[in-house]
């Protein structure tokens, strides 16, 4: 099948793009460079079933060029901006580089009868709920920006399902981990490590608890979903069941860079910042009946995640 | 307090504007007049506390000039294209009148230091669920663009609540009827039985049955909610108890007609269009228990409306 990935050449992007060429599908990789880089699917340049394009799935014109070209069969519509806090500086980011890719691969889906969508989602729709977070739980309050643009988003798939006859897979993600990574608290601890081995600032209490799940999991759940699920909107959790701490996070960095005798300092509260949520009970109850459960812990996907990042050595450009 | 309505020469922004300026709050209507009528609001023309400025609430420059100039202590954001049927055609209608208006309206507000915001939404973000339609009822999988819209709009101001300090007041709306409304199910009637007295073409098998709320109840509630609700982001369901058949709304309009043996005509299907909700059980305990009922019932509210659009004989430049 032919499948555009936007977003493809992003962290998690460019993990689906290398399964789903393992699994023998043609597969264009559209990125607009903000946070993919070329280094993650250099790999592929050779691949005769694979394509890269430089563009913004924001702009129609330039999206549409490429649904006219090639006869997409699914598109996995991962494009967006996954910095949480940097959407909240800057205003229209997660509205354009989240919300309106979204809605701009929808027309184009629509003129060109690609009928197939994954979407990742993300928990941050749930904004902060005090009960189990399941698939149908509401309200839907989010309380970051880019949880509101995957809610907005979601409303949007929903809709253009019902009229276009799309079948839509929206995978809400937890935070992730892994290889290729570009922000995030692993990344931000291993940067601060680099300047002062001494000595690392937490952001919070060091208390709060998330479950971080291994990118090379979450691939895994979304290609499952996307095979099993047979709804018109089929929406699911994907996550692992464990957690982790954040001072937890911190002694696993520190172990993996060979660091002895740092010291731990809190900058206090219940939260890093403004629109993070300290914790959730995020059910996944709906994805381990329809038969695919996480197979790395939140502590183990920590540490492969720090461990790659560490060996890569890519982690100077993001700050902490 | 000056307040701005968007959408302010719109069917329910203009009775909106009525109400507050009875109560002496200086009120500044903004419309782009596209559903809008300065009919609307004509007779506010020689009050002091009363401007009109035409404008797309959707140009962030436009509107940032009006924030400017005025000093807000509310938005009322009722700026929408309410023509579901119409957003169905036109892809980015939805888009842009209802989500992006939002946007620019949040963006606004948080510049200018505004921090409350009246939100007209509607049960349309429920989409079609076989449960009882409560507040905190998901999940929200919209089927009209509209709806995808108006979701996405709460989903934005929910963010912009947590991260500004606003306070929002989301009021989600069922149908509602009543003197200068602009389209629906009333003036189709009316507009097909002036064409033709005889016979009257129904959408759908007749038996599709929702509330509809008459306007002056909608503002009461609006008004009533705005003031007793004092949560951080406040999320009602304003609506009416009773419901109305579509074959009932037809015998009413006949009868306010003045017309006799008029045949009625099915399509058939359980409903009008596609994206059409057929039925739903929509939840008033919580805008009920903070002391709000409405006081006419839906086929009264009906009645009424019919009675007021062959009266006011504005009905003609609506498309059945």
């Given at each position: 099948?032919?499948i555009?990935?936007?977003?493809?050449a992003g962290?998690?992007?460019s993990?689906?793009?290398?399964?789903?060429?393992?699994?023998?599908h043609?597969?264009?990789?559209a990125?607009?460079?903000?946070?993919?880089?070329?280094a993650?699917?250099?790999?592929?340049?050779n691949?005769?079933?694979?394509?890269?394009?430089?563009?913004?799935?924001?702009?129609?014109?330039?999206?549409?060029?490429?649904?006219?070209?090639?006869?997409?069969g699914?598109?996995f519509?991962?494009?967006?901006?996954?910095?949480i806090?940097?959407?909240?500086?800057?205003?229209?980011?997660?509205?354009?580089?989240?919300?309106?890719?979204?809605?701009?691969?929808?027309?184009?889906?629509?003129?060109?009868?690609?009928?197939?969508?994954?979407?990742?989602?993300?928990?941050?729709?749930?904004?902060?709920?005090?009960?189990?977070?399941?698939?149908?739980?509401?309200?839907?309050?989010?309380?970051?920006?880019?949880?509101?643009a995957?809610?907005?988003?979601e409303?949007?798939i929903?809709?253009f399902?019902?009229?276009?006859?799309?079948?839509?897979?929206?995978?809400?993600?937890?935070n992730?981990?892994?290889?290729?990574?570009?922000?995030?608290?692993?990344?931000?601890?291993?940067n601060?490590?680099?300047?002062?081995p001494?000595?690392?600032?937490?952001?919070?209490?060091?208390?709060?608890?998330?479950?971080?799940l291994?990118?090379?999991?979450?691939?895994?759940?979304?290609?499952?979903v996307?095979?099993?699920?047979?709804?018109k909107?089929?929406?699911?959790?994907?996550?692992?069941?464990s957690?982790?701490?954040?001072?937890?996070?911190?002694?696993?960095?520190?172990?993996?860079?060979g660091?002895?005798?740092?010291?731990?300092?809190?900058?206090g509260?219940?939260?890093?910042?403004?629109?993070d949520v300290p914790r959730?009970?995020?059910?996944?109850?709906?994805?381990?009946s329809?038969?695919?459960?996480a197979?790395?812990?939140?502590?183990e996907?920590?540490?492969?995640a720090?461990r790659?990042?560490?060996a890569?050595?890519d982690c100077?450009?993001?700050?902490g």
């Amino acid at each position: 099948m032919n499948i555009l990935i936007t977003g493809g050449a992003g962290f998690i992007g460019s993990h689906v793009a290398d399964r789903l060429l393992a699994q023998g599908h043609f597969v264009v990789c559209a990125d607009n460079l903000s946070l993919g880089k070329i280094a993650n699917i250099a790999h592929h340049k050779n691949n005769p079933r694979f394509r890269f394009i430089k563009l913004d799935a924001a702009d129609l014109k330039q999206l549409r060029a490429v649904f006219k070209r090639y006869r997409f069969g699914c598109v996995f519509h991962l494009a967006a901006n996954s910095d949480i806090q940097a959407g909240a500086k800057y205003l229209d980011v997660d509205f354009k580089n989240t919300l309106l890719t979204t809605f701009t691969t929808l027309r184009c889906m629509k003129e060109f009868g690609v009928k197939q969508l994954v979407f990742a989602s993300s928990s941050a729709v749930y904004g902060e709920l005090d009960k189990p977070l399941k698939e149908e739980t509401g309200p839907l309050f989010p309380i970051s920006y880019y949880g509101a643009a995957k809610l907005a988003s979601e409303g949007f798939i929903s809709a253009f399902c019902e009229n276009c006859g799309i079948k839509a897979w929206i995978i809400r993600f937890p935070n992730v981990v892994g290889e290729r990574t570009t922000h995030g608290v692993i990344l931000d601890f291993i940067n601060r490590l680099k300047k002062n081995p001494k000595e690392l600032l937490i952001l919070g209490d060091g208390s709060q608890k998330k479950p971080y799940l291994y990118v090379q999991d979450l691939v895994e759940a979304i290609l499952f979903v996307w095979k099993k699920a047979q709804g018109k909107v089929n929406c699911l959790n994907a996550g692992v069941s464990s957690a982790s701490r954040v001072s937890t996070i911190a002694r696993i960095v520190v172990e993996e860079m060979g660091l002895k005798k740092v010291k731990f300092k809190y900058t206090g509260g219940d939260r890093g910042w403004v629109g993070d949520v300290p914790r959730f009970s995020y059910s996944l109850s709906k994805i381990h009946s329809l038969g695919w459960k996480a197979s790395r812990t939140s502590d183990e996907a920590v540490r492969l995640a720090a461990r790659a990042c560490i060996a890569g050595g890519d982690c100077s450009r993001v700050g902490g």
